[in-house]
């Protein structure tokens, strides 16, 4: 079992750009959520995605957008990028949404806004 | 609405010592709370988790945690720290379906 995996590792920008970045969840699971890690702070909720579809979203605006696919990997979108967006992009992974089934989490992708 | 305080963003031990991590939580409805591990580089892993069952909740590499519901308080400890617990510490709730919301994090040194 490969676990939760994303990509890219790391990824630089330039302010204005977009910018896209990829999660597998593990085998088995259907609903993937997005976290974003700013440098010494811990994960803030972007949102979560099951059945295609948004399920909730943390405060965080527009510019950040989702897509899931019909084998239940991910996409996170970010559009017009900022100094602020550079964090560590997390990808959960569980067996369905409710709140007792763990979130796997995958390594990140590290992304650096110049 | 739900939120975690981690008390201690850094915390130094010897090995062999006694690890204690702090942390109090709030919640609109009985929590599930999470404590989870982080090294350089890394996502996250999962320690241990309350999910309304025992108070006192056992998990990897010898951590423990007790839910002490009238404090607001699931304290992370280890009895006897080793090097290899060198790393950051998430403390976490899920008070519905969807997101964890996440503490600060509390970094864990260990001194030889």
């Known amino acids: 079992d490969a676990g939760v995996t994303q990509s890219p590792t790391h990824l630089i920008k330039t302010r204005g750009q977009q910018v896209t970045l990829r999660c597998s969840p593990k085998?088995?699971?259907?609903?993937v959520s997005w976290y974003q890690q700013a440098l010494g702070q811990g994960p803030q909720f972007i949102f979560q995605?099951?059945?295609?579809?948004?399920?909730q979203r943390g405060n965080f605006p527009d510019r950040f957008s989702g897509h899931q696919f019909p084998n239940y990997s991910s996409e996170l979108n970010v559009n017009a990028l900022l100094l602020g967006d550079s964090a560590l992009y997390l990808c959960?992974?569980?067996?369905?949404?409710?709140?007792?089934?763990?979130?796997?989490f995958g390594p990140g992708t590290r992304l650096t806004v110049l | 609405a739900q939120s975690v305080t981690q008390l201690g963003s850094h915390v130094s031990v010897s090995e062999g010592a006694l690890v204690l991590l702090r942390c109090n939580y709030s919640?609109?409805?009985?929590?599930?709370l999470f404590w989870y591990v982080q090294y350089p580089n890394q996502g996250l892993q999962l320690l241990l988790k309350?999910?309304?069952?025992?108070?006192l909740v056992k998990g990897i590499n010898g951590f423990e945690a007790e839910f002490k519901k009238s404090e607001t308080s699931f304290h992370l400890t280890k009895p006897s720290a080793h090097m290899s617990d060198a790393a950051e510490y998430f403390c976490?709730?899920?008070?519905?379906?969807?997101?964890?919301?996440f503490g600060a994090g509390t970094t864990v040194t260990v001194r030889a």
């Open positions: 959960a992974s569980s067996p369905g949404t409710g709140r007792n089934n763990e979130q796997f």
């Open positions: 085998s088995g699971h259907d609903t």
């Open positions: 995605y099951y059945e295609e579809e948004e399920r």
């Open positions: 919640s609109s409805v009985p929590p599930y």
């Open positions: 309350y999910t309304s069952a025992a108070t």
């Open positions: 976490a709730v899920r008070s519905n379906d969807y997101k964890l919301s």
